[in-house]
């Protein structure tokens, strides 16, 4: 079974600082997901990475499977970004119970 | 294009109960999960249904149980409701089984939350 840690827990920061939240794992991966949840619950799929680095906006996901880690960077972040950021690995071997493992969050706050 | 929609999306059931929740997928797309989320535990995987059939199933009693219509729409059942299975439960949507390239790319519905009493 997977074991995913995210770093830091808990993360304030002022509007325009650079954010950096971290994700490991155990096992090899096929894919991993970063998500985005509001208060209230919903939930939004920011990036699926399976190797090297995707762009979107403001945010950057890196992956470097080799040491089973990701990055999530937020560049001049803005109150808006405030949300808990959850990272969510598909195990290599796919089948069976696996499923999605996921990380217990990063609650984020972006001060004005 | 209307997105991943959950019924109902608040609902109050006492313990022994039965309840079914229903996940309409985004149009043309085959791959639906499920998932429970609580302050305690987090997000947890419970299922993952592709063309009708269960791909996989997370570590979670008999008491859950899914199904996939040939529409692709799905729907989860929890039978003998325990205080415990309060938690919002929530079902995403893909056009291929997750984690399969960039089209295994997950689009959540809004939840279902459930409260046990």
């Given at each position: 079974k997977n074991e995913v840690e995210q770093s830091p827990q808990n993360l304030t920061a002022q509007e325009g600082e650079f954010i950096t939240i971290n994700c490991s794992y155990s096992v090899g991966i096929s894919a991993l997901h970063w998500l985005q949840q509001h208060p209230g619950g919903g939930i939004v799929s920011l990036f699926m990475l399976s190797s090297g680095k995707k762009k979107h906006g403001r945010l950057i996901a890196t992956i470097n499977i080799q040491e089973k880690h990701s990055s999530l960077h937020i560049t001049a972040s803005h109150p808006r970004d405030s949300a808990v950021y959850i990272c969510a690995v598909r195990s290599q071997?796919?089948?069976?119970?696996?499923?999605?493992?996921?990380?217990?969050?990063?609650?984020?706050i972006i001060q004005p | 294009k209307a997105g991943v929609t959950q019924t109902p999306r608040y609902l109050i059931k006492t313990r022994g109960q039965q309840v079914t929740l229903s996940c309409s997928p985004i149009s043309g797309h085959r791959s639906v999960s499920w998932y429970q989320q609580t302050p305690g535990q987090g997000l947890q995987f419970l299922f993952e249904y592709f063309s009708e059939t269960q791909r996989n199933k997370g570590n979670f009693p008999g008491r859950f149980s899914g199904r996939q219509f040939s529409n692709s729409r799905s729907e989860m059942n929890v039978s003998t409701l325990e205080l415990g299975d309060s938690a919002l439960y929530l079902c995403a949507s893909s056009l291929r089984p997750m984690g399969i390239s960039v089209t295994g790319e997950l689009f959540f519905g809004e939840g279902s939350r459930l409260t046990v009493l």
């Open positions: 071997s796919g089948g069976g119970a696996d499923g999605l493992t996921f990380g217990k969050g990063t609650h984020l | -």
